[in-house]
């Protein structure tokens, strides 16, 4: 039995699953892979495409990662491999998508073993998308492999889940992430930040690794909280007008969609707050954002835990909010209403 991980970080029990799958001749029609954002499902869903149609493995359930299979993958060429997928992240996965994959779907593979067909994000399906979807779950073609990929089952409509085999991908261990980054060359440092910031989801930390500007975003996205927090209602509505001015602006020059911008700064936020919670319940707990404690500890000061932990509540709800496609500018306008004013700093 093969055990490599796939390049994998983390998951090994995925990968073990699936190359068994594989390796006995046992492939199901469809697979649902869900975990959070950046936690790995993409990959691992490219990895089991490989290791399906690979023509040079000396293992039955691994993959070579040089054959013209395996190279054709990897670049999102292959004539067998069908990508669908909402057109931003946060937008809509449309039935016209499902209708033109299920075309495709019904020839027999042009080159590969199995065609296979990669859904992304199909909790951002709408419900006729979702519905259509399914007469293929139901009826599966013989030389079809579906593989859907959603942040968690439940976020899906229930005949869907009931008719995959289901992979749960979890947090992937801090260590793990630390060792991969410093493998790929990062300084020990700003690994140790990245994996703790990166709470689980390698994707994530590489992410930041490979794009120093996000670092820097991160950076000015916790200067305007702790800068909001000493500021009035008046301030604080002036500086969402300029923030959602600016990226709107933005996306007219292909910037990424406002939503996305606002997710980013709550991400960081909510993981800034969930410090600050952990800190004053917890004095012992782990910390995430290890380079800003002193502005944690200000939040620890000025706040009394119950409140911290309400505030991180609201925080966290925006971001659902944000994610259900809510208004971005209202969301960021209540998110300040609900800011205490604190002095000390
Ligand atoms: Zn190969």
């Keep these: 039995m093969v055990l490599m991980n796939w390049e994998l970080i983390g998951h090994e029990w995925a990968v073990n699953l699936?190359?068994?799958?594989?390796?006995?001749?046992?492939?199901?029609?469809?697979?649902?892979?869900?975990?959070?954002?950046?936690?790995?499902?993409?990959?691992l869903a490219m990895r089991f495409a490989q290791a399906v149609n690979c023509t040079d493995s000396k293992n039955?359930?691994?993959?070579?990662?040089q054959c013209r299979a395996c190279q054709f993958i990897q670049r999102k060429q292959f004539p067998d491999l069908h990508l669908v997928e909402a057109e931003d992240v946060g937008g809509i996965l449309k039935v016209e998508q499902i209708r033109e994959l299920q075309h495709q779907l019904a020839l027999s593979p042009y080159e590969g073993k199995k065609r296979v067909a990669l859904l992304l994000r199909f909790h951002e399906a709408n419900d006729n998308a979702a519905n259509a979807l399914l007469k293929t779950l139901e009826e599966p073609a013989p030389k079809v492999i579906m593989l859907l990929t959603a942040q968690s089952k439940e976020t899906l409509l229930p005949t869907i889940p009931s008719r995959c085999e289901i992979l749960q991908l979890r947090d992937v261990s801090r260590d793990q992430i630390e060792?991969?980054?410093?493998?790929?060359?990062e300084g020990h440092e700003k690994a140790a930040l990245l994996a703790r910031l990166a709470a689980g989801r390698p994707g994530w930390a590489f992410r930041y690794a490979s794009n120093p500007e996000l670092l820097d975003e991160r950076t000015e996205h916790l200067e305007d909280l702790i800068n909001l927090l000493k500021t009035d209602r008046l301030e604080r509505f002036k500086h969402v007008e300029r923030l959602t001015r600016d990226w709107e602006r933005e996306r007219k020059r292909g910037g990424e969609h406002p939503r996305l911008r606002a997710l980013g700064a709550l991400e960081h936020w909510v993981s800034l707050w969930r410090d600050a919670m952990m800190l004053a319940y917890d004095a012992t707990a782990e910390q995430r954002n290890i380079d800003r404690t002193q502005d944690i500890?200000?939040?620890?000061?000025?706040?009394?835990p119950e409140q911290i932990s309400e505030i991180l509540g609201k925080f966290e709800q925006s971001k659902r909010d944000l994610q259900k496609n809510a208004n971005v500018r209202l969301v960021m306008e209540t998110l300040m209403l609900d800011l205490p004013r604190i002095s000390e700093g």
């Design 179 to 185: 060792e991969a980054l410093v493998e790929r060359g």
């Design 297 to 304: 500890q200000v939040l620890v000061r000025a706040l009394p």
């Design 60 to 65: 039955a359930g691994d993959f070579c990662g």
């Design 18 to 43: 699936l190359s068994r799958h594989i390796a006995s001749d046992q492939v199901r029609h469809a697979y649902l892979i869900t975990g959070p954002d950046g936690v790995g499902k993409r990959t």
